[in-house]
């Protein structure tokens, strides 16, 4: 049964940082792509960013150039960098995991709220 632990989250004010961490193990056929997808209050999900093993990564448009996404891959780690945050940046932000064949892994998220 995979396993996909998250952390990081927190309460900073606008302008702070935060950085978020994935960890999964026992993802059945690897690690595909790793990728952070947040939720605001609402239905809604958004893509923030994506990340392979070979370090091919993706960013939502929102995102680009405050947010970098990394990956260790000895650890099987998945790293957010958050910086300069936004108060519409609060979300609940969930860790995905997709092996190669497709299935997915997701995390039960974390909290990050950003204050004006």
């Known amino acids: 049964q995979a396993r996909i632990v998250e952390s990081g989250g927190g309460l900073v004010q606008a302008g702070g940082s935060l950085r978020l961490s994935c960890t999964a193990s026992e993802v059945i056929g690897g690690i595909g792509v790793m990728a952070w997808v947040r939720q605001p209050p609402g239905p809604r999900r958004e893509l923030v960013a994506s990340?392979?093993?070979?370090?091919?990564?993706n960013y939502g448009e929102s995102v680009k150039g405050r947010f970098t996404i990394s990956i260790d891959n000895a650890r099987n780690t998945m790293f957010l960098q958050m910086n300069s945050l936004k108060p519409e940046d609060t979300a609940v932000y969930y860790c995905?995991?997709?092996?190669?064949?497709?299935?997915?892994?997701w995390g039960r998220g974390n909290q990050v709220t950003v204050s004006s």
């Open positions: 990340i392979t093993p070979s370090n091919i990564t």
């Open positions: 995905r995991v997709t092996s190669p064949a497709g299935r997915e892994y």
